[in-house]
C-alpha cells in the first residue's frame, strides 16, 4: 500500500540546505537501524558550516536531510464503503481534509509509519462508526444535519490522534453517494407515497360531498321547520290570549297567511292593516268599547307605515348582501317578516316578541360562512324588540 506521506510529497529527502516553502529536518543515522532528529533548516536560515556540508554531500556523512511542507490548506480526498446497522442501507462516504503539517519533526520521526495515511484510516474508522449507527431516512433527507453532527462528537479525538503524527486537521467534510438499488427502493416508496396521498384526496373529496349533501338537507330541514314553527307560534299565540281566542285565532290565522305569501314590504304592510282591523272592530265590540275604533287603529297604522317599511326593506337588503346560499336567506327573511309582524302587532306580548328575536339571532348564528363584524352588529341592534317598537309605533 502506498505511503500517502510520501506520495503526497509532504515530505520528500533533500540535502541539509535550506528549502523555500519547506522545513529541512535533519535525521541523523545512529547504529545500524536507530536515528535521531539533529535539527531543523528554515529557508531563511544561514547555510551550514561548509566542512558539514561536503561531509553530507560527499556521501561519507551519516545525517539525512527530509524537507517538509510549509504549505497552508493542503487538501486530500478519498472516500469510503459503510454499511448500517440497520443490515439494510450501504453508502459510500467521500471525504475532503483540509490539513497542514504543525510539528516537522513529528511526520519525519513517523514517515514510515505514513502519518498523513493513518490519519485518513483513522478518520474512516471513527467517522464510519458513527455514521454506521444513523438512521437511514435521516442520512438521505438531512445529510448536512447527519455530516455536522458526526463531525462535531467526533472532532476532538480526530484532532488528538492526528497530532500524535504531527498533522494539524483545518477541515473535514462529508459527501453521500448513494448505492442505485437504494435510490430505486426509495423512488418505489416515494411513488407508493403519491399513490398513497392520491386515495387520501380521493376519499378526503367524498367525504367532503358528503358532508355538503348532509348540510344542505339540514339547511332545508331548518327551512321547514321554521316555516312551520310560524304557523305553531302563531297558534300557541293565540291560545294564550284570554277573552280573546276566537277574534285573534281568526285574525291571526289572517295575518301568517298574508305573511306566507308575502313578496314585498308595502303587501306586509297592507295585510297586516286589514287584518288588525277586522280585529280591532270585533274586539271593540266585545270589551265595551275600550279598545279604539277601527277608523282610529287604521289611522295608526298608517301613520306608522312608512318607517315599518323602511326598515323592513333595509332588513331585507342587508339579508340580500349577506354570503350565505338562497335558501338560508328565504329563511331568514320569513323570520325576519315574522319578527316585525309581532313587533308592530298591538295586541302582541313581549313573550311573542322575544321569541321572534331569538329565532332571528339563531338562524343569523348559523348561517354559512359566518356574516361579517358589521352584519352581526346589524342584525343585534334589529333584535332589540321594544326599541325597535318604539321607533314604528
Not at 463531525?151 to 448513494?178: F, M, Q
Not at 274586539?283 to 326598515?311: E, F, K, V, W
Amino acid at each position: 500500500m502506498a505511503n500517502l506521506t510520501l506520495s503526497n510529497e509532504v515530505i520528500k529527502e533533500h540535502s541539509p540546505e535550506p528549502l523555500e516553502g519547506h522545513v529541512v529536518v535533519v535525521v541523523e543515522r545512529v547504529g545500524d537501524s536507530g536515528e535521531r532528529v539533529y535539527s531543523d533548516i528554515h529557508p531563511k536560515d544561514p547555510p551550514l558550516r561548509s566542512g558539514f556540508l561536503e561531509t553530507v554531500l560527499g556521501g561519507t556523512s551519516k545525517y539525512i536531510g527530509f524537507a517538509v511542507t510549509s504549505a497552508r490548506g493542503l487538501r486530500y480526498s478519498f472516500g469510503d464503503h459503510v454499511r448500517l446497522d440497520d443490515q439494510l442501507h450501504e453508502i459510500d462516504l467521500a471525504f475532503d481534509l483540509t490539513y497542514q503539517v504543525a510539528e516537522p519533526r513529528t511526520v519525519v520521526t513517523h514517515r514510515l509509519k505514513d502519518p498523513l495515511g493513518t490519519v485518513v484510516d483513522s478518520i474512516k474508522a471513527v467517522i464510519g462508526r458513527e455514521v454506521e449507527q444513523l438512521r437511514w431516512d435521516f442520512l438521505r433527507k438531512q445529510f448536512r444535519e447527519a455530516e455536522q453532527t458526526v463531525v462535531s462528537r467526533t472532532r476532538d479525538r480526530l484532532l488528538r490522534h492526528a497530532s500524535e503524527y504531527g498533522i494539524a486537521i483545518l477541515e473535514l467534510a462529508l459527501r453521500l453517494r448513494v448505492r442505485e438499488v437504494d435510490l430505486e427502493v426509495e423512488r418505489a416508496h416515494q411513488s407508493e407515497a403519491r399513490e398513497k396521498e392520491a386515495r387520501r384526496i380521493e376519499h378526503a373529496k367524498q367525504l367532503e360531498s358528503i358532508r355538503f349533501a348532509k348540510e344542505k338537507r339540514e339547511y332545508e330541514l331548518k327551512a321547514e321547520e321554521a316555516l312551520a314553527d310560524i304557523e305553531l307560534g302563531a297558534q300557541e299565540k293565540r291560545l294564550r290570549r284570554e277573552g280573546r281566542k276566537t277574534l285573534a285565532e281568526g285574525s291571526m290565522k289572517a295575518f301568517n297567511q298574508v305573511v306566507a305569501n308575502t313578496t314585498t314590504v308595502s303587501e306586509l304592510v297592507e295585510g297586516f292593516r286589514i287584518t288588525r282591523q277586522l280585529a280591532t272592530e270585533g274586539l271593540g265590540q266585545s270589551s265595551g268599547g275600550r279598545i279604539a275604533a277601527p277608523d282610529q287603529r287604521a289611522g295608526l297604522l298608517s301613520s306608522a307605515g312608512p318607517p315599518t317599511t323602511t326598515r323592513v326593506e333595509t332588513a331585507m337588503s342587508q339579508i340580500d348582501a349577506l354570503g350565505c346560499g338562497h335558501a338560508q336567506k328565504q329563511t331568514l327573511r320569513v323570520a325576519v317578516l315574522r319578527y316585525f309582524a309581532d313587533v308592530i302587532d298591538e295586541a302582541g306580548t313581549d313573550e311573542a316578541r322575544t321569541h321572534a328575536s331569538d329565532a332571528v339571532l339563531k338562524l343569523v348564528s348559523e348561517l354559512q360562512p359566518a356574516p361579517s363584524p358589521d352584519d352581526m352588529r346589524f342584525f343585534r341592534e334589529l333584535s332589540k324588540a321594544q326599541q325597535l317598537r318604539n321607533q314604528l309605533i
